[in-house]
């Protein structure tokens, strides 16, 4: 496989802007009493903040996985 260039920071940036994006949804949700989808748009916000992490301190693409807990593995596998 050919080694591929990737733009960290543009990565980086894309996981922490989108997350933004969740966590002003989700409070949306939450006040209109929505709980349900309010925890759901929580966990994708905190999901794409250890993505963000991930590629920053690994300098590649974050893994293909929806598990907070598989993520903070990698987290703490630095």
Known sequence: ME???IDIE????????TSDDDF????????SKSYHWA??????????????YYVKN???????THNLYRLAEY???G
Do not use: Q, S
């Not at 543009?10 to 802007?17: A, T």
């Open 3 to 5: 080694n591929v260039h």
């Open 10 to 17: 543009k990565i980086v940036k894309h996981w922490i802007d």
């Open 24 to 31: 002003n949804t989700m409070l949306i949700l939450y006040n």
């Open 39 to 52: 925890l759901f748009m929580g966990h994708i916000t905190i999901e794409r903040l250890l993505k963000a």
């Open 58 to 64: 690994k300098g590649v693409h974050a893994p293909f």
């Open 75 to 77: 987290y703490n596998n």
